[in-house]
């Protein structure tokens, strides 16, 4: 509600429920008051010349706070505009809503994930995954004595096992990357190529980010597919991510570095890939589960 329109209500209602009365609920100043009744411009109607300046500075320079905003608009007007009356002007007309930067444009892979919708998740709509033919992975943040880290892994739709992890202070390309090195090496391990495999993921600016898809689809030729409802789209590396912090909350709490921590992170991936049973798999380690499948050649 701006002052004059403050100022006609009170004029409405001041006869029936008191001056005092009407100035507390609309809080506007008593001296406010009697100056705009007694005819004194307010500070809108006075540097009303400047609106169309400062909006204009709004659109043309959305980074522009008063301090910028007020040498601007001395120029444009060709005389000294104080910087306090800019600041005022600034919030009396919303200004700050107008020179808000604009968000960045999605990149080409989000816009071609909205545009292909249901599409982008490959898994979906899949009846039969075999071995090594899907893989999840997503960050997850992990809380040891030196602070926070952020824990990325690749795990495999049928054994379970977990390809490829890594471990830094950031969630980015670059960690994600070093996951995936580790994961086409074990691959390659299990004669198995990246082409074709489709990596499952959520819409996190990195999995979407050139570097991320460009990899993968370019270079490993390998298939990208994005979860539509975040968690939910996910369910794999929520359950993954859920077991593995709560067996190793306490040994993951004692790292008092991130060196520490990425070594207590690798004993525990051995344990899990090599020792831990599985129940979806029969009760046995996926690093067990995994071999015996591709020893016999199935798929």
Partial sequence: MTTEEKIARIAAVAPEFGLSAALDVLELPRSTWYYRRSGGASCEQKHAPLRAHLEQIARSHPEYGYRRATPEASERLGRAVNHKVVQKLQSLWDLALIRKVRPPRPSAVRQMIVAVGKRANLVAARERIGVLEVLYTDFTELRYRGGKAHLIVLLDHVSKVVLGWAVGPRATSQLALAAWEKARRT???????????????????????????????????????????GAKDNPEMESFYGRFKTENASLLEEAEDLRALRAAVGQRMRYYNHRRRHSTIGNVPPWTYLTTRRARGSQ
């Fill in 187 to 229: 691959l390659r391990r299990h004669r198995r190529s990246t082409r074709g495999v489709i990596v499952h993921q959520d819409q996190d600016p990195v999995f979407t980010g050139y570097a991320w898809t460009g990899r993968l689809l370019l270079r490993d030729h390998a298939r990208v597919s994005y979860a539509l409802r």
